[in-house]
Nanobody, 127 residues
Framework: QVQAVESGGGLVQAGGSLRLSCTAPGLTLGEFAMAWFRQTPGQEREGVACISRSGDMADYSSSVKGRFTIYRDNAKNRLDLQMNMLKPEDTAMYHC????????????????????WGQGTQVTVSS
């Protein structure tokens, strides 16, 4: 199977920062819109941020706007999520996924059309 691989998670104090990275060996990420999702036990998966295949458009959940930045380097075949001013509510398993059709418009946050899900990287924010 082909899937993304996430890295960069860890334990951080509230107010701190982390940078997550996503790669996908065997895929050309520049062909896909990419997104970060997160999930905690017992909760639905939440769309965090989405970026168009060219990187010229991005969308964020209201809970992370102004704190998180999604960006990509297609030449390096990598997707990143810079997370600043982290809050305990940001604690979750963060997953990377790719979408060929539809980009980041509409209801991308419902995760319809995304595939190549990674195993995730755990982010834990202590108060």
């Amino acid at each position: 199977q082909v899937q993304a691989v996430e890295s960069g998670g860890g334990l951080v104090q509230a107010g701190g920062s982390l940078r997550l990275s996503c790669t996908a060996p065997g895929l050309t990420l520049g062909e896909f819109a990419m997104a970060w999702f997160r999930q905690t036990p017992g909760q639905e998966r939440e769309g965090v941020a989405c970026i168009s295949r060219s990187g010229d458009m991005a969308d964020y959940s209201s809970s992370v706007k102004g704190r998180f930045t999604i960006y990509r380097d297609n030449a390096k075949n990598r997707l990143d999520l810079q997370m600043n001013m982290l809050k305990p509510e940001d604690t979750a398993m963060y997953h990377c996924a790719a979408k060929f059709w539809g980009g980041c418009s509409g209801s991308w946050h419902l995760d319809s059309g995304f595939g190549y899900w990674g195993q995730g990287t755990q982010v834990t924010v202590s108060s």
